[in-house]
């Protein structure tokens, strides 16, 4: 036996008797000799039969073997992508199988795991679980560890030495999933994993590409990353609740939850639960409109009645909340007016609904960013006789730091009297901004910023570096520079056809103004830096005016950057 592979191994049964002796799983040894599949039959019956009572009824058996059968059948079709049968497989898990007992009985839900109560659920793992690759010409495959719920393969772990990069795993967890290897047996699979002693562990779902794999942050004890993250993923309780509460299929894309969409949900439940409003600030980037996602879906399922309405301020906000539900296959109201939005919270459905504040009062997407006198001006127009809001409304506002002159809060409170309102944003707030958004949505929920999510590698930091622009004639020598650069490798003809654009260059190098002087000195950067040369990288010029940002935009739209730039602001005329 070599010690590389007795290094692994080593991590492996330390693992392995983590789940076992803290976690509670039961082990079901070496599956090394048998082609095994994603689904232990005779498991999933005992849990049927013996943890949810159908051995006690006349028909159990029957209604045991058919809803087996109809888990078996939905995770072997084959003739369905990857995507769609890991889909209907969690469809089954989340919402149960719907099932006969005989031909002329009733239909009914069998639940394949008891979800509001974790320790009634068989845990189990298995390690070295040899499956047969679908071409026959394709290798055995062997993931070293399998976590099974009732006999149902949900989670697969690949470990790796601590001088092996994590990265190693998730590779071989992708080459699983590839057609000629053991992609059926990925139909049951919710949490795909792989992690050593120093780096930790990194997770994904089916399909999820290397640099989209997670990791997992939250205090507790132990100093080996690995094990510390296991026991917080993978505790009976917590697993169950991840895969039921924050999983999504979106568009054809499965999604696992970072860390910090579970503690901001999580905290929102809990504020909900309270009938209490706040303010959830995820810094941009860290999945914020998923974040609303799971938040609506968990209220929707854990408050009877209950409904939510989504307010923006943008149009491309609005879209992106109707693209997200519709992706994850909710169905959204959108409002055209004050009047249509005030007749859906007349009427009891629909239960989620979306509101843009621009479009209210006569105005379009030409109107200032976020109009909410006129909003408020045309809600009280459209208000009937005896106006009640139907079911327990739960308004969302996003970008919540734009809307809080308190009108727009004020109004909606004396519509909507028993509305609970939460505030969400992903913009590090001024002092002023902070003040009134406390006043107003109440405290802080959970906070996510921008510091953690560049640590995390969620964003990219973003960098400052001064410059001092030449004021007087640029010299010949960095002229010349800036040819080399961009002539390099290039043929004869080649920089022959380039030296009309040398001659521009060098005439705006050359040039007095201080503006063509910073464009000409960012142009020099697009060619001599890696980052930005490669095309990987984006460049961001603040300027010190409106007027000044149109000028510099003109003079690049003379340049090789034509047609690759664009003016941001949230200058409104008056």
Known sequence: ???????????????AKLFVDELGYEHLGYLTDADNRNIIEGQLEHF????????????????????????????????????????????????????????????????????????????????????????????????????????????????????????????????????????????????????????????????????????????????????????????????????????VFDAGIKKLSRHNQYFGVRAAQDHVRRREGGVLWHTQGSGKSLTMVWLAKWIRENVQDSRVLIITDRTELDEQIEKVFKGVAETIHRTKSGADLIAALNAATPWLLCSLIHKFGGKEDGASVGDIKGFVEE???????????????FVFVDECHRTQSGDLHEAMKAILPGAVFIGFTGTPLLKTDKKKSIEIFGRYIHTYKFDEAVKDGVVLDLRYEARDIDQSITSQAKIDKWFEAKTKGLTPLAKAQLKARWGTMQKVLSGQPRLQKIVADILFDMETRDRLKSGRGNAMLVAGSIYEACKLYDLFAKTSLAGKCAIVTSYAPS
């Open 48 to 247: 049927l039969f013996a943890y949810q009572g159908y051995g006690d009824r006349e028909d159990g058996e029957d209604l045991i073997r058919r809803t087996v059968a109809e888990v078996v059948k939905v995770a072997g079709n084959t003739g369905v992508s990857l995507y769609d049968r890991n889909r209907d497989v969690y469809a089954l898990l989340r919402y149960g199988a719907k099932v006969k007992a005989d031909v002329g009985e009733q239909t009914e839900t069998v639940w394949l795991i008891d979800w509001k109560n974790p320790e009634k659920n068989r845990f189990a793992i298995a390690e070295e679980v040899t499956v047969k690759a679908a071409d026959a010409k394709a290798s055995t495959k062997r993931p070293d560890i399998v976590l099974y719920v009732n006999g149902i393969a949900l989670g697969v772990l690949e470990l790796k030495r601590s001088t092996v990069s994590v990265s190693e795993g998730i590779r071989q967890n992708l080459d699983n999933q590839k057609k000629e290897f053991i992609q059926p047996f990925f139909a049951t699979i919710q949490y795909v994993m792989a992690g050593n002693d120093t780096e930790g562990l990194r997770y994904g779902a089916i399909q999820t590409p290397e640099k989209y794999y997670l990791t997992w942050k939250e205090a507790g004890p132990g100093d080996n990353p690995l094990d510390k993250t296991l026991r917080q993923l993978c505790g009976k309780a917590r697993f169950l609740e991840l895969i039921h509460d924050f999983i």
């Open 1 to 15: 036996m070599s010690a590389i592979g007795e290094a692994e191994r080593k991590t492996q049964r330390r693992v």
């Open 379 to 393: 809600l009280k127009k459209s208000l009937p006789k005896g106006f009640q809001p139907k079911g327990d409304l």
